[in-house]
């Protein structure tokens, strides 16, 4: 059984980086592509970054366009999420997810069947 654990979160002020990181147990992680999903509180999750399996295609959600990246090391297992220029708006709990599909944007969480817990982070003004 596939197992996703985030981690990086933290509290950081507006203008700062953080990079999370999903580690994906399983010789087959390499295989699929990841998302980054991200709720608010009291807001529904939303999409915000998605990689196909070997890194050769990626997706933005135009919210954090031009200012995250994802990336992934298959030999670690690793999906990272790059985040400059953090704004407010930024904080959440941040979810990576694995999708079994052939990668086309992944924007939806029904495309997705094995989530991580989650990490905080929190954008100070």
């Known amino acids: 059984q596939v197992q996703l654990v985030e981690s990086g979160g933290g509290l950081v002020q507006a203008g700062a980086s953080l990079r999370l990181s999903c580690a994906g147990s399983?010789?087959?992680?390499?295989?699929?592509?990841i998302g980054w999903f991200r709720q608010a509180p009291g807001k529904e999750r939303e999409f915000v970054a998605s990689?196909?399996?070997?890194?050769?295609?990626?997706y933005y959600a135009n919210s954090v366009k031009g200012r995250f990246t994802i990336s992934r090391d298959n030999a670690k297992n690793t999906v990272f999420l790059q985040m400059n220029n953090l704004k407010p708006e930024d904080t959440a709990v941040y979810y990576c997810?694995?999708?079994?599909?052939?990668?086309?944007?992944?924007?939806?969480?029904?495309?997705?069947?094995?989530w991580g817990q989650g990490t905080q982070v929190t954008v100070s003004s």
């Open positions: 399983g010789r087959t992680f390499s295989r699929y592509a």
């Open positions: 990689i196909s399996w070997n890194g050769g295609y990626t």
């Open positions: 997810a694995r999708s079994e599909r052939t990668y086309s944007s992944l924007v939806f969480e029904h495309q997705y069947d094995s």
